[in-house]
């Protein structure tokens, strides 16, 4: 209840989702892989660097 004080918002439960299955083999996995580890290392490019500066 406090929330909806604070916020505005009441507090709503949501039912768990399971991760989709994907098949990561052949030309399409490869894009997808590759995709994936190019927005990591974007998003996280400053970290890497100071860890690589260590």
Known sequence: ME???KYGLPHTRRT????AQMDLNGDA??????ATAKR?????AKVIKA???R
Request: charged content about 35%.
């Open 3 to 5: 929330n909806v004080k």
């Open 16 to 19: 768990p989702q399971k991760p």
């Open 29 to 34: 996995g490869k894009r997808v892989v590759l």
């Open 40 to 44: 990591v290392i974007k998003k996280h």
């Open 51 to 53: 860890l690589a500066d």
